[in-house]
């Protein structure tokens, strides 16, 4: 299934991907640091949907309360929340 997601206190203002089977799949960032992003969904792609979420959740930016990889996980649990 297709997600979109409109993150909140990043450079990026969103973040789309498919999850099958428990996996993630096709994970693109808009705006944001674009190889860096790039690079993050390269190495979660095909990993399960939770142990993303266990090793990017409370990933901080600088000063910021959040970053990318913490609205990635921001982003598994809402769209785990719909499934």
């Known amino acids: 299934m297709h997600y979109t997601y409109k993150t909140r206190g990043t450079c990026s203002q969103e973040i789309s991907f ?3 089977g428990g996996k993630l799949k096709n994970v693109q960032f808009l705006g944001g640091c674009n190889g860096n992003l790039k ?3 390269k190495l979660v792609e ?3 949907v939770d142990e993303v979420i266990d090793r990017v959740e409370g990933i901080r930016c600088g000063m910021k ?3 990318c990889p913490d609205q990635l996980a921001t982003a598994l649990k809402a769209a785990k929340a719909q499934a």
């Open 18 to 20: 498919d999850i099958e």
């Open 39 to 41: 690079g993050i969904g």
């Open 46 to 48: 095909g990993m399960d």
């Open 65 to 67: 309360a959040t970053s």
